[in-house]
C-alpha cells in the first residue's frame, strides 16, 4: 500500500478559531468525544428524520459520493503530519444532485482506543455543522484532537465527512442524488526534520543540498597513502 507525506500549514497555537469560506469553527462549536457509540447525531439543527430519498436524487438512484483532491484519491493511506494543519480539499462526483449545505467532519481512533468504560471505538469531532460551500478544510491536529489524547505516531486513523442533515445514524444508507458517508483511512508521522540538536538545520531540504567539495589536501593524502601501501 502506498503511503505519501503531504506538505503541512505551520500552526498558531494561540489560535483556536479556523475559517473556511467563510465560516469559523471554534473549540465549542462541537468537538469531544462521542459517548454513545452511533446512536449519536453530528447534527445541532436535524430532528433526526431520514431526509426524503425522492426530491432532487439521481437518475440512476445512486448517492453522491466524495472525490478527493488533496490528499489526492489516488493515495489510499495518506501520512498526516502531527502537530500540524492538514489540508483538506474534495469535490462531488456527478451522482451528487443536491450538495449538502453543511457538512460534519468525524475522526476515529485506532484498534485499540476505546469509549472509557467500553469496548466501541473512540470517535471525536475535528468539525462540525460547518459550511459545506467550499469544499475544504484546514485541520488542526493539536486542537481539534480528542479531548485527553494526543495524536501520535502511527496507522489505524479514520476520518470520515459526513452531510449534517442526514446525520451520522443515516450516513451509510442510500439518498439518491445525497452525500453518502465518506472515509479515509491514514497514519500520523512525527516530523524529525524541525530538530537541530541531531545535526540536522530546520527546513533542511535534502533534495536541494550541494554536493561537498573535495580539498586538495584530501586527494593528496589519498594518493600519498595508496602509493605508500605496497611498501609498507
Not at 431520514?50 to 495518506?78: D, H
Not at 443536491?98 to 467500553?118: A, F, H, L, V
Not at 496507522?155 to 472515509?183: A, C
Not at 530546520?202 to 586527494?219: G, Q
Amino acid at each position: 500500500m502506498l503511503s505519501l507525506k503531504f506538505p503541512t500549514i505551520p500552526v498558531d497555537h494561540g489560535k483556536r478559531q479556523l475559517t473556511v469560506g467563510g465560516a469559523t469553527a471554534t473549540s465549542d462549536s462541537g468537538f469531544g468525544i462521542s459517548l454513545n457509540g452511533n446512536k449519536d447525531s453530528p447534527s445541532k439543527t436535524s430532528s433526526g428524520s431520514k431526509p426524503s430519498s425522492t426530491s432532487s436524487g439521481s437518475s440512476n438512484g445512486q448517492p453522491g459520493r466524495i472525490v478527493m483532491k488533496t490528499p489526492p484519491r489516488a493515495v489510499e493511506s495518506p501520512l498526516f503530519e502531527a502537530a500540524s494543519q492538514v489540508k483538506l480539499q474534495w469535490e462531488y462526483d456527478n451522482n451528487m444532485k443536491k450538495p449538502p449545505s453543511k457538512i460534519t467532519i468525524r475522526g476515529q481512533m485506532p484498534d485499540g482506543y476505546n469509549e472509557p468504560g467500553t469496548t466501541k471505538p473512540l470517535y471525536w469531532y475535528i468539525a462540525q455543522n460547518i459550511s459545506a460551500s467550499a469544499k475544504a478544510y484546514n485541520w488542526d491536529t493539536i486542537t481539534q484532537s480528542p479531548p485527553g489524547y494526543t495524536l501520535r505516531e502511527g496507522t489505524g486513523y479514520k476520518l470520515y465527512i459526513i452531510d449534517s442533515e442526514i446525520g451520522w445514524d443515516n450516513s451509510t444508507h442510500v439518498y439518491p442524488g445525497r452525500l453518502f458517508q465518506f472515509m479515509l483511512p491514514f497514519s500520523m508521522y512525527n516530523s524529525r526534520y524541525g530538530q537541530t540538536n541531531d545535526g540536522v538545520p530546520k527546513n533542511y531540504n535534502p533534495n536541494a543540498a550541494a554536493r561537498p567539495a573535495v580539498s586538495c589536501i584530501a586527494i593528496a593524502v589519498a594518493l600519498a597513502v595508496a602509493i605508500a601501501a605496497p611498501i609498507l
